[in-house]
């Protein structure tokens, strides 16, 4: 039998609206149709149940919005990445767009799952629900401690972890928190523990429900051990024409 050749190709798309409350599996099954509807030439698994080999970078949780969500597949052949972009977008509901598609080659670029080191966030508070304390002030004073430490679940137990080597910036942006954290799956850093954890600091518990998050960007790590450089998943492909 003759070898396909895979092309790996990364998918960079937004989330919004309603979509957000789509959650991570069904967003998968979604782009696996987007991906039947737009004709592309997605190459399968082998074996008795085959399927599109894939794979997203970061799942998102239900109720975030982003701009910087990733997803890699790969094709049987070369097809021109804008063309993979708008054939895809053709294909797209209300909600999902895909911003970018590049070609990523074998090597350390070319898995995004476990590329994934840091994301970036904004955190707004909806109307009428922000705190009635000073917060925009206290931010660097929260950043300042030693050790910042929650205390984490799991199935079987529950321990405490100091957080602040995860936060990397925290900064007031206009009316908003921005956030880069850890991402990675040894260190995976929410923005909704870092922001209640930051309110509860200062001595406030928020409302349900009181901010909204969106995620804007997902990096990977270039650098060295203990020297971090943070390279968008986007910027590690390239357009192919």
Request: net charge negative.
């Amino acid at each position: 039998m003759e070898e396909v050749c895979a092309v790996k190709v990364r998918i960079k798309f937004e989330k919004l609206g309603a979509m957000k409350f789509i959650g991570h599996l069904d967003t998968m099954r979604y782009f696996q149709k987007a991906i039947r509807r737009a004709g592309l030439p997605i190459a399968y698994s082998g074996g008795y149940s085959p399927h599109m080999i894939m794979s997203f970078a970061a799942p998102l949780g239900v109720g975030t919005t982003s701009l910087g969500e990733y997803f890699d597949m790969e094709l049987t052949e070369t097809v021109p990445t804008t063309e993979i972009a708008n054939r895809l977008n053709a294909a797209m509901v209300e909600g999902f767009r895909v911003l970018s598609a590049r070609q990523v080659e074998d090597g350390k670029a070319s898995k995004a799952m476990s590329l994934v080191a840091a994301a970036d966030y904004l955190v707004e508070f909806r109307d009428g629900k922000e705190p009635d304390v000073e917060w925009r002030t206290k931010i660097q004073e929260f950043l300042d401690q030693p050790e910042i430490l929650v205390t984490k679940k799991t199935k079987r137990s529950e321990k405490q972890v100091n957080i602040r080597p995860y936060i990397y910036k925290m900064e007031l942006q206009g009316e908003k928190i921005f956030l880069k954290l850890a991402s990675a799956s040894a260190n995976y850093t929410k923005p909704e523990m870092v922001t209640d954890t930051f309110f509860a600091w200062l001595g406030t518990e928020l409302a349900p429900f009181a901010y909204m998050v969106q995620r804007l960007e997902v990096y990977g790590d270039v650098g060295e051990e203990n020297a971090p450089v943070f390279v968008s998943l986007e910027a590690m492909g390239e357009e192919v024409e």
